[in-house]
């Protein structure tokens, strides 16, 4: 997936059907794009989820995923 935020980290969902990535959010700290995660995807994150939410700097590091259906 080729880095398209613009800030510190970036919010990126994966839809695992389609084999697709999109930039959802972007953030200047690791708590506020957690806290847009949990704001926007709270009720969908599950363990058995198809899909993927993932917290990447912007170096491209992956620091935190989130399965959500």
Do not use: C
Request: charged share 30%; no cysteine; proline share 1%.
């Amino acid at each position: 997936m080729p880095i398209q935020h613009k800030k510190e980290f970036g919010i990126y969902h994966w839809d695992t059907f389609d084999n697709e990535t999109w930039l959802v959010d972007e953030a200047d700290t690791v708590e506020e794009a957690e806290k847009m995660v949990m704001s926007r995807y709270g009720g969908q994150i599950s363990s058995s989820g198809a899909d993927q939410v993932d917290l990447v700097s912007r170096s491209g590091k992956v620091l935190k995923s989130w399965r959500i259906h």
